[in-house]
């Protein structure tokens, strides 16, 4: 009769050992999936993550012209200003030496008459408010002296203004500066997104600007402009296929509200700089393009971030975003805002 062992249970050694191997083996394994390459990001999703960052970054652009804008502004008043202040600084030492010079005569006279002494006195305003109990004042001190007082309220409003200017002159800079480095930012984070791609898709994403640009668009039978509005159309439509740059108002590349300054420039009409701004110049004739009329800009979105000039047929011409160049769009292609006439 055979007999019939019990199968060895494994000892506990041996039990920790191969737990040991396993765990070893599951660690190697994760390790070795930590080492492994990243997947490939999906362009469909790097495609909205950037169109949103450019978005953001025409916004910044848009902060940035108008605190460049704001900054020449404020440069200019505060060089007028300073320029005022020397001016009556100047007339200020006029009338003190016409003073200094009567009470010189009057030293030679026999001494300085007090109510001379009073009108060199520092302060003019205590000459005006004794004067009137000094028996010698005569009407000729007292004008010359009141004219004195109003020089120095002038040149005392002129430096509080001056100041004034410059103190938000430094507040704009440091706007300036803060929205410069948030484009800045936002486009280092779009290409950095861009480079995770290979070319064919960084290509897919942004579009091919030969193939997204106005060729594919009709434009025969265009309706006419007229006046000023024609030559400003007419400016716009020869910069089609310039690269939009941030920032540039011409004449070889764009932003969106530069362009409109530029062609409007070349029919000798003054626009404001940014799209924000554009949106309450002119006449606003509605937000729908059946009432627009070549010439007309419109202007896209909530936050008046971006603008294009409209040329009929419900398209537009306009300066898109980074990486793009000026070209004609279906006008409806963003949401409309206000559309004004110049």
Request: glycine share 6%; aromatic share 4%.
């Amino acid at each position: 009769m055979a007999s019939h062992r019990r199968p060895k249970q494994p000892s506990r050694a041996r039990v920790s050992v191969l737990t040991a191997a396993a765990a070893t083996a599951v660690a190697l394994s994760a390790q070795a999936g930590a080492h492994a390459a990243p997947a490939k990001p999906n362009k469909d999703e790097v495609k909205i993550q950037v169109d949103k960052l450019y978005e953001e970054q025409e916004q910044a652009a848009e902060r940035f012209n108008g605190a460049k804008e704001r900054a020449e502004q404020l440069r200019k008043q505060a060089d007028q200003l300073q320029d005022q202040v020397a001016r009556s600084q100047d007339q200020m030492t006029q009338l003190q030496s016409g003073l200094a010079a009567v009470a010189a005569q009057e030293y030679r006279d026999g001494g300085v008459d007090p109510s001379v002494a009073l009108m060199l006195s520092s302060n003019p305003e205590d000459y005006l408010t004794q004067a009137s109990s000094v028996d010698q004042v005569n009407r000729t001190q007292t004008d010359s002296l009141q004219s004195l007082k109003d020089q120095q309220r002038r040149l005392d409003q002129q430096k509080t203004e001056a100041a004034e200017t410059l103190a938000e002159l430094d507040r704009n800079t440091k706007v300036l500066n803060d929205a410069k480095a948030e484009v800045q930012k936002k486009l280092a984070e779009a290409q950095r997104l861009l480079n995770q791609l290979s070319v064919a898709d960084q290509r897919a994403v942004l579009g091919d600007r030969a193939s997204r640009d106005s060729s594919r668009i009709d434009l025969s039978n265009l309706p006419p402009a007229s006046g000023y509005a024609a030559k400003a159309l007419a400016a716009a439509m020869s910069k089609r296929g310039s690269a939009y740059v941030w920032g540039a108002t011409g004449p070889n590349t764009f932003d969106c509200s530069g362009l409109m300054v530029w062609a409007y420039a070349q029919a000798g009409v003054s626009l404001p700089r940014t799209s924000q701004s554009q949106a309450s110049a002119g006449t606003g004739v509605g937000n729908n393009l059946a009432n627009a009329q070549p010439g007309d800009l419109v202007i896209y979105h909530s936050d008046a971030h971006h603008v294009g000039m409209y040329i009929g047929n419900g398209l537009v011409v306009h300066a898109p975003r980074t990486g793009d160049v000026v070209k004609v769009m279906q006008g409806d292609a963003m949401p409309i805002k206000t559309i004004r006439r110049i």
